[in-house]
DNA sequence: TTCAATAAGTGCAACAGCTCAACTTTTGAA
DNA sequence: TTCAAAAGTTGAGCTGTTGCACTTATTGAA
């Protein structure tokens, strides 16, 4: 999810815990290298920009940059915690009577990468960023996978089956694919909703092993 | 796939065309470069093993080396095109009466790193490096999923839906994760028969829209 | 047989991402 | 005031990968 403003500012973080100096500084060195990252990448593009400069324009050293960010990808999204908690709650808070992947469909189609350019053009830009970038979308789909477990847990809370059933897992790992087997199609749109489906009929055939 | 020996040896390769000295010498080069690397890989581990040092023992510049291997992970896996023609078979030549779920399953079952250890001990400590090394695991599936696009044309052409239909992609993408969905379960056999099972259930019910 | 075109291979320098070890400064608290 | 931990710096260096200029070997045709 891209960083809201790009302009170098010390945001406060939403932690209400009134921080320190010394994380103040901290979190500031962290915003200066991603604000300086951004704008560089937004400029001249992802694999235009190197590392080593970056460290210039932020005015630290390498060795600093990849102490507030392990990989070169990573200066490109932040957050990734608020992300795994919003697609939880996709599930857990879902209206009721909407199925689970019902559920993840909506919060695929709202969320990543599939918003419609609605207004905010600094994220449509970022978003053309990932992209055209194939080291930023490997990335990106990366970081999904990563919720994997989190989320077959809560699909599991949900929907009553054992914590560690593979129908759990295998429907999570699914759904967070999904964007990316519709890449690239004409309508990419269209394409997560048809594969939403198929993993809707399946779950719903197998998840009452009941009825 | 493995390579059937860690000898060097200059296979004759199965196009039966009489190829001249060139391409044989080519072949063999490959082949040196290839046998060194599984060598030292399994003697000592992936991550240990540096190019410079594999481009040595194969007696080349790692110029020549990477002008047969695109990347260092291509090192390991050989024969990708035969890989892509035995998935698309085990679609096209399946079974009567056996879904198209079904037929991906089967293979995946007997081809992917799910095959239980019988009898061939160079296949099971290769498997080992590949599951032991995390750049390989991702090298592997990336490999994978090159296919989708090959498998969703065969899907659509057995099932008589559009080639650009979006279920077809799904269908393929979402098969050709699942080993990886299934990878961390305590039963990854079990984990990948289910997986297959939400897939099949989710086919049967969209594929023919006219029942 | 000769010869030019082509492909394979070489050597080396360089770059990019990333890490390490040793050292200095800042900071929070005792 | 003192002191250990954390943050940052410096600089060298490793690894995968590429570009460039160059040498050979092989080949198909003249």
Not at 102 to 130: I, K, S
Not at 148 to 173: F, K, N, V, Y
Request: charged fraction near 25%; hydrophobic fraction near 40%.
């Amino acid at each position: 999810m891209p960083r809201p403003t790009t302009g170098t500012t010390t945001d406060s973080i939403s932690t209400s815990a009134p921080m320190g100096r010394r994380e103040r500084k901290k979190a500031a060195t962290r915003q200066a290298i991603a604000d300086a990252a951004l704008r560089l990448f937004l400029e001249r593009g992802y694999d235009e920009v190197g590392i080593r400069e970056i460290a210039d324009a932020a005015d630290v050293s390498t060795t600093t940059l990849f102490k507030h960010f392990p990989v070169k990808e990573a200066l490109v999204f932040d957050e990734e915690s608020d992300q795994e908690s919003r697609l939880l709650a996709a599930v857990r808070e879902r209206p009721e009577g909407q199925s689970i992947p019902a559920a993840l469909r909506e919060h695929a189609l709202t969320t990543r990468r599939m918003a419609a350019t609605d207004g905010d053009t600094t994220l449509a830009v970022f978003t053309e960023l990932v992209a055209r970038t194939p080291a930023l979308r490997d990335y990106a789909q990366k970081m999904w996978l990563r919720h994997t477990t989190a989320l077959a847990r809560a699909i599991a809370e949900e929907s009553g089956l054992a914590a560690d059933d593979p129908l759990c897992t295998a429907l999570a790992h699914f759904a967070l694919e999904a964007p990316r087997a519709a890449y690239s199609h004409a309508d990419p749109r269209e394409a997560v909703i048809r594969a939403f489906d198929l993993l809707e009929y399946g779950w719903n055939a197998l998840s009452r092993p009941a009825l």
